[in-house]
């Protein structure tokens, strides 16, 4: 149906930035149904957390955690989404995953990982 392909994710020091990508392919019926596409994140041994969501219309969500640290946006045309992290802190170190909501499912990517070192 829809396939999420994230990239952008690696080790970084304490204060640095990444910006993270993902791109949905696949059968664009399914594309077209999708409203929202965001990133949560799951750190070992800890539940998987929404860090930022948009909608197609563009309303945003954060967490407050990653507030005033994180952008996130989209480019509809290209089906994706982006999120630049800056001033990353090591409790940001996780996988992050891309996700797409729409009125018929939900999808997951991979999983990328963003490691910041103190």
């Known amino acids: 149906q829809v396939q999420l392909v994230e990239s952008g994710g690696g080790l970084v020091q304490a204060g640095g930035s990444l910006r993270l990508s993902c791109a949905a392919s696949?059968?664009?019926?399914?594309?077209?149904?999708?409203?929202?596409m965001g990133w949560y994140r799951q750190a070992p041994g800890k539940q998987r957390e929404l860090v930022a969501r948009?909608?197609?219309?563009?309303?945003?969500n954060y967490a407050d955690s990653v507030k005033g640290r994180c952008t996130i946006s989209r480019d509809n045309a290209k089906n994706a989404v982006y999120l630049q992290m800056d001033s990353l802190k090591p409790e940001d170190t996780a996988v992050y995953y891309c996700?797409?909501?729409?009125?018929?499912?939900?999808?997951w990517g991979q999983g990328t990982q963003v490691t910041v070192s103190s």
């Open positions: 996700n797409a909501l729409g009125s018929l499912s939900c999808y």
């Open positions: 696949g059968s664009p019926f399914f594309i077209g149904k999708i409203n929202s």
């Open positions: 948009i909608t197609s219309s563009g309303i945003i």
